[in-house]
């Protein structure tokens, strides 16, 4: 049998690339330490605005459908509103932080009925006319032609707050085989009471008030109410 031995001249030259593997190590350890703690600093920022797409004047088309200008998408929970003026979708900021919706997130994009104004002085409350998009998530800053199917009627510390509730006006972008109110209350009833519950408690438990629902006849003559369609 044959015995190897190592010298003490070898294991001399050994113990150098022990301390260089130490360093690089070390050094790995540290780039990673820094990489962790600037991923924890950049996710305490405030999200960057989202450019826009242009917005249509219109609020119906020629074909029957309506345009709605999405702000939040699906499956999301940060709160965005559009600087009208600047054409960007910025956060919502509440003591300097993105407001974010401490529930779960969005159900379905959420945004706005282009060239809608509910007027204060017939009622309204100011803004253009909520409506929340069931579908797969959409980018937001983008605008979707909808299909409304009905309106969620609720009340928001005694202040009306509707909901304009839709599909994608072409059936191949719908998620659900949806046209008309009576089809989501019965086939897709399930559908209906997730979208209900999120929004009684998306604020809080009991900020938001169920005033009762409407079909999609009523949620077409709310949006002409509205309309600002010349």
């Known amino acids: 049998m044959t015995h190897k031995c190592i010298s003490s001249d070898n294991i001399t030259a050994i113990k150098p690339n022990k301390v260089l593997l130490k360093g690089q190590i070390g050094n790995k350890i540290v780039f990673l330490s820094l990489v962790?703690?600037?991923?924890?600093?950049?996710?305490c920022q405030p999200t960057a605005e989202t450019a826009s797409v242009p917005i249509p004047t219109n609020t119906f088309n020629d074909d029957g459908s309506i345009n709605v200008y999405i702000e939040i998408s699906a499956g999301t929970n940060v709160k965005y509103e559009l600087d009208k003026e600047e054409n960007v979708l910025i956060p919502e900021q509440i003591?300097?932080?993105?407001?974010k919706i401490d529930f779960l997130p969005y159900p379905g994009n959420y945004g706005f009925v282009v060239s809608t104004l509910?007027?204060?002085d017939e009622g309204g409350d100011g803004d253009a006319m909520d409506v929340i998009i069931l579908s797969d998530t959409r980018p937001n800053g983008s605008v979707m032609k909808v299909l409304p199917i009905g309106v969620?009627?609720?009340s928001d510390a005694g202040e009306i707050d509707h909901k304009i509730i839709a599909v994608p006006f072409e059936a191949?972008?719908?998620?659900?085989?949806?046209?008309?109110?009576?089809t989501f209350i019965?086939?897709?009833n399930a559908a209906q009471m997730i979208v209900q519950e999120w929004f009684l408690n998306y604020k809080?438990?009991?900020?938001?008030?169920?005033?009762g629902w409407k079909d999609e006849q009523y949620a077409l003559s709310e949006i002409r109410k509205w309309s600002q369609d010349k």
């Open 36 to 43: 962790f703690i600037a991923v924890i600093i950049m996710s």
């Open 95 to 99: 003591e300097g932080q993105d407001r």
């Open 118 to 120: 509910m007027d204060k």
């Open 152 to 154: 969620l009627m609720l």
């Open 172 to 182: 191949s972008e719908r998620t659900i085989n949806i046209e008309k109110f009576s």
């Open 186 to 188: 019965t086939r897709y």
């Open 204 to 211: 809080g438990v009991g900020k938001m008030k169920l005033l």
